[in-house]
């Protein structure tokens, strides 16, 4: 069964020092998507890709977060520097489309920022 | 602006009755809804979808319901399991634009 790969599952770090986040999308889906739950906001997009072109990354701060799809097996996103408002779980997802298609969602990178 | 409201962020159900999640939402113009269901400690998992031109849709235990003048879906599960406790988020999608907004879940909480 096709998966979304996330890692690492959980990272903990001080503020001020630089995290990445990984994600391989499933095999054939040309769209990915990050995501960030927090309690109050739910699921926040961040940043989407198809064809690993950006389309959209208006829900991600752009002084300190970074998306980019280096080829089409990895996603990335980067936040330098990290800030303890940053600490959340961040999900990577990909699709065969933007729309019109289910997502499939990895199990999340779970970031601490102390 | 939250364009897709899940306004009870949680509800707890005994085992074998009906389990009714709602989601509102306020775009006239969406296409389609998802719900999906998350699990602690793991990703979302695509539950069911539902047209715009439809009312309802049904996959075995679930069912979703779409009322387009009070822009109101519901899911309802029959007859809800221990294992349907979870965490569900309503989806709504407009194909013109890309867009795609996610309420803030509901969790439900299926009494054995």
């Known amino acids: 069964d096709a998966r979304v790969t996330q890692t690492p599952r959980h990272k903990v770090t001080e503020m001020g020092q630089e995290v990445t986040m990984r994600c391989q999308p499933i095999?054939?889906?040309?769209?990915v998507f990050w995501y960030r739950q927090t309690m109050m906001q739910g699921l926040e997009l961040l940043a989407y890709f198809r064809n690993r072109a950006p389309l959209d990354d208006s829900g991600m701060p752009k002084d300190r977060f970074s998306a980019e799809m280096p080829d089409a097996t990895l996603a990335t996103l980067k936040i330098q520097p990290s800030e303890p408002r940053d600490s959340a779980v961040y999900f990577c997802?990909?699709?065969?489309?933007?729309?019109?298609?289910?997502?499939?969602f990895g199990d999340g990178t779970r970031l601490s920022i102390l | 602006d939250q364009q897709v409201k899940q306004n009870s962020p949680s509800l707890s159900v005994q085992e074998g009755r009906i389990s009714i999640l709602n989601c509102d939402y306020t775009?006239?113009?969406?296409?389609?809804f998802l719900w999906y269901k998350k699990y602690p400690a793991e990703g979302p998992t695509f539950l069911i979808s539902i047209s715009s031109i439809k009312d309802k849709n049904e996959d075995g235990r679930f069912t979703v319901f779409l009322n387009k003048s009070a822009k109101h879906l519901s899911l309802h599960i029959v007859p809800s399991q221990p294992g349907d406790s979870a965490v569900y988020f309503c989806a709504a999608v407009r194909v013109t634009g890309n867009q795609f907004y996610f309420g803030t879940g509901t969790s439900l909480t299926v009494i054995p």
């Open positions: 775009n006239s113009m969406f296409d389609y």
């Open positions: 997802a990909s699709a065969l489309r933007v729309v019109n298609q289910p997502q499939h």
């Open positions: 095999l054939g889906h040309n769209t």
